[in-house]
């Protein structure tokens, strides 16, 4: 097994141990921790796909979970972050049934054997998700951090619309019968 894929079953494996001190906070600081584990976790997201290309190490196990396990952490703490009261379901809803649309778009498309790349509109929706989803978890206290983290909620949510909307509509042909 290459780097990037050991990199990707790390950031799985990372994923219990964030939602563990999100929801029970047994030690104190347990949302530092927390946040710590969500930053690791995301920081090999990065890595995992930058040696994977820089090195031609892309594997099909690759191209499979490293998406799924982006999707896992995302989900994962954005749930917790609605189970704590810091964020509301309907933001987690729209964020997920995106997840799940474009994840049935890419499936549809390789049985048509089409790839899919991803977007720099995707990329700017992950990026301000994991942003949105550090600051709720560090929870500072001041009108400062808390209206920061109401723009990253909206903006998240607004770059989750506008990525969808960009995606199907690039992709709308993917979806036509093949004959």
């Known amino acids: 097994m290459n780097l990037p894929n050991k990199l990707t079953i790390m950031r799985v494996i990372l994923i219990p141990f964030m939602v563990f001190f999100l929801l029970w906070p047994v030690v104190p600081y347990s949302n530092y921790i927390a946040v710590a584990i969500f930053i690791i976790a995301s920081l090999t997201d990065l890595l995992d ?41 309907w933001i987690v809803i729209v964020i997920i049934c995106r997840e799940f649309i474009i994840s049935g778009f890419r499936l549809v498309a390789a049985d048509n054997h089409v790839v899919i790349a991803a977007s720099y509109w995707g990329k700017f ?53 093949q004959k």
Request: proline share 2%.
């Open 125 to 177: 929706k992950t990026t301000f998700q994991m942003l949105m989803i550090i600051v709720l978890i560090l929870d500072f206290p001041g009108n400062a951090f808390h209206y920061l983290g109401v723009a990253l909620t909206w903006i998240a949510v607004a770059l989750t619309i506008i990525s969808l909307i960009d995606y199907l509509v690039k992709n709308k042909d993917v979806l036509r019968e």
């Open 49 to 89: 796909g930058k040696i994977a290309r820089k090195y031609n190490l892309v594997t099909n196990f690759g191209k499979f979970m490293d998406p799924l396990a982006d999707k896992l952490l995302v989900c994962s703490a954005l749930i917790c972050l609605v189970a704590s009261d810091q964020l509301a379901a």
